[in-house]
């Protein structure tokens, strides 16, 4: 059983722009990349930091706390220190509104 959990809407954030959501208690991190919209979860796998509040560029977020990266779209590591993958959930949009999938 899944559910789609509304986190926010593409009028509030702009191009290569992140904010954070909680989801029903699941801290999500919301990003922008031209036209497309991804989410992974917000606290950084190397310590206890918001993604949400990291610099994005590129399809990187850039973690505020020792700037580890992760690619958004696959939350695959992408810049040291940071080695584990960060989670990411299914994103749709519904006009304006944009919806995170979580199991
Ligand atoms: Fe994110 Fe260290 S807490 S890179």
Known sequence: ?????????TTDFGDEDVFGA??????????RVGEDVFA????????????????LEDGLIECP???GLFDVK????????????????PVKLDGEEIYVQFE
């Open 40 to 55: 992974t979860h917000d606290i950084c796998t190397h310590g206890m930091a918001r993604l949400s509040e990291g610099f």
């Open 74 to 89: 696959t939350g695959e590591a992408a810049g040291a220190p940071c080695t584990e993958a960060v989670r990411i959930y």
């Open 65 to 67: 706390l020792h700037q």
């Open 1 to 9: 059983m899944s559910d789609w959990i509304k986190v926010g809407e």
């Open 22 to 31: 909680d989801a029903n208690g699941t801290p999500v991190a919301v990003y």
